[in-house]
């Protein structure tokens, strides 16, 4: 392939991924404005005003039909970009001079190009916006809750740069086996098998291994955080009962945006590799 997917797509599939990339950022923006929109609707409840339970309401029908239209039209899109990135992995990896258990594993890494683009982008997007959007509402809400929230930003940057640079070399690792692996089976000896089996294993455990240590880093983090961020808020007698679940519920938000930085890290390592494979 050339030398990203984004350069292989039509002016038209270009368009209709943006179309999804919108529908989605709209979804993520709906979601961050929840916690407000509710804290804003209990405090008029107790006042017997409805205003905000109407805004609340409001936002969560646009939220409604647009995590419908774009759950129908992201696959439509995606499947049908696979299907036609699929044939042109054959025949370039057959020029290539590949044989089929490398053309055959090249394409099956396709598929998962495909999806960090269908899944993963959004899931990314949404985390950062998410992140960032709940970081500007605590520090709204409270300044020093602000300044809490973002002292976990280093121990969180500084693991998940250890789990980049873990990630890469072991991803190169389990694509290498899974490029040899129809020629091991189609070979049916049973030492071969086992010997193929027993690595792919082998990366796939450290890779988890990895991830397990960069999630529980980050999740203690969080956790004093978090302890830190209730102890500071809930001894100011300034919130609201409205006010007060509202920051409660952007702390979860951005904490829980945090604790998928692992996963994506994973993600954006195994697409690195497989983009450089589609390449050569």
């Known amino acids: 392939m050339r030398q990203t997917i984004l350069s292989t797509l039509s002016r038209d599939e270009r368009l209709a991924i943006a179309g999804t990339y919108s529908l989605t950022l709209l979804e993520t923006l709906c979601t961050l404005a929840y916690p407000a929109l509710t804290g804003w609707a209990v405090d008029g409840l107790l006042k017997h ?44 990896q057959k020029c290539r001079g590949h044989g089929t258990s490398i053309v055959s594993a090249r394409v099956e890494m396709m598929r998962d190009m495909v999806s960090f683009f269908e899944a993963d982008v959004p899931a990314m997007f949404s985390q950062v916006v998410t992140v960032i959007g709940s970081l500007v509402m605590l520090f709204t809400y409270d300044l020093e809750a602000g300044f809490i929230a973002m002292a976990v930003l280093l121990p969180m ?13 072991l991803h190169r690792g389990l694509n290498d086996q899974i490029e040899r692996e129809i020629e091991d089976i189609e070979s049916a000896r049973p030492l071969r098998l086992r010997r193929h089996f027993g690595r792919v294993r082998r990366w796939h455990v450290q890779l988890s291994d990895s991830e397990s240590w960069t999630w529980t880093v980050t999740e203690l983090a969080t956790i004093v955080a978090l302890v830190v961020l209730l102890i500071d808020f809930t001894r100011s007698p300034a919130f609201s009962a409205g006010a007060i679940y509202a920051v409660l519920a952007y702390v979860f938000d951005y904490l829980g945006g945090l604790d998928q930085a692992p996963v994506l890290v994973n993600n954006v390592a195994r697409l690195r590799d497989i983009r450089a494979r589609l390449g050569t």
């Open 49 to 92: 005003n409805y205003q905000g339970l109407s805004l609340l309401i409001a936002v969560w029908l646009v939220h409604l039909v647009t995590s419908f239209v774009r759950q129908r039209y992201d696959t439509r899109i995606f499947m049908g970009v696979y299907s036609r990135l699929a044939v042109l992995t054959v025949a370039e």
């Open 157 to 169: 940057a500084l693991v998940n740069t250890w789990y980049w640079r873990r990630a890469l070399p």
